[in-house]
């Protein structure tokens, strides 16, 4: 599986953003998709998981209630919309697929390119 990140940008405070991960090659709707970031000077963290059907997501604590992952299998991809964003949310954001649904990063195998954004105050 190849992933491929992309709808990052700059943004002020409050503003929103849709994240997208396109996946190419078998069976994509056979994966758990999640969604970490990376701030500056900061190890990855987690944000967002989905199960394979779209029917369970969890979400880290510090973005709950702000952002929604999703979906669409018919088309590969999964998204993560983030809303009332915050200068904190800045990050290189990467989707990566695996086979167990949590929120540890060893536990996926696939990773995308990332996507920067920057949330201005």
């Known amino acids: 599986v190849q992933l491929q990140a992309s709808g990052g940008g700059l943004v002020q405070a409050g503003g929103f953003l849709r994240l997208s991960c396109a996946a190419s090659?078998?069976?994509?709707?056979?994966?758990?998709m999640g969604w970490f970031r990376q701030a500056p000077g900061k190890e990855r963290e987690f944000v967002a998981v989905i199960s394979s059907t779209g029917g369970s997501t969890y979400y880290a604590d510090s973005v709950k209630g702000r952002f929604t992952i999703s979906r669409d299998n018919a088309k590969n991809t999964v998204y993560l919309q983030m809303n009332s964003l915050k200068p904190e949310d800045t990050a290189v954001y990467y989707c990566?697929?695996?086979?167990?649904?949590?929120?540890?990063?060893?536990?996926?195998?696939?990773w995308g390119q990332g996507t920067l954004v920057t949330v201005s105050s």
């Open positions: 090659g078998r069976s994509f709707s056979s994966y758990v």
């Open positions: 990566a697929a695996g086979e167990i649904y949590g929120r540890s990063a060893e536990w996926y195998t696939y």
